[in-house]
């Protein structure tokens, strides 16, 4: 696993920006050049798409933000967060978290995706008589865009909200916060790996090309959250031989 680490801390904790993002912005920016391809030009399509990238990016952002602000609120340690293009993994200190606070902030986060999905959606619906182009596409891929997330954290895999209530179900019922881990994202796994065969007869057979790209790409970066987070375990555990 490899991913870009920032050398500055927000509020005490070091945001870290995995590579599958580049891989979010190109198809953000497929997908609207692609939807509006002959409604608009192309140059102000990619610049539109570059900019609806970036403010998802921002607005994962703030929402990782407001969940590890009441995170600490309660008392658990981060060290750091690894942004992924669905959410945020935070490295956690399990000594200073329970199972009650982990179902919380899971669901903290799907009412977050719901509130800011809904938010992009007003603000479309009120303005989509302007004809405005921002409106058109930035506004309304946004809402779209949320509103997916909003669903897709619902599936049960680690490191999704839902995973992360399924893994403080395990951590109560097993009492082994790392044997809880390992149950909930090697589900989050299998399920990242039946997103990304499930794409590719949609790929190759139905020839729709960009719903089969979607999905391999969104089972291939839950494969890499679901590992990244089992190894945040299996790391913390190894001894210092130094």
Known sequence: MRAIFSQYRIFR????IHYT???AIVLITVAIVTHFSLAHPLTQSVIIGLAT????FLTVGAREFVLN?????KGIRIENVTLFAFGGLPNADRDTTVPVLEVLLAMSGALLNLVIAGIFSVIYFALMDT???LVDMLVQWMAFIWLTMAIFHFVPGFPLDAGRALRALFWK???DYEKATRIASWTGWGIG????????PLLVVAQEWFTGILLIAVGFILQNAATHGRRQVVHRNVPDTQ
């Open 69 to 73: 602000f009441i995170a600490t609120r």
């Open 173 to 175: 019922i097993t009492g």
């Open 53 to 56: 990238s970036l403010l998802f």
């Open 13 to 16: 904790i070091r945001p870290r």
């Open 21 to 23: 993002w580049f891989l």
């Open 131 to 133: 004809g405005h182009i």
């Open 193 to 200: 790996v039946t997103l990304t065969i499930g794409g590719i």
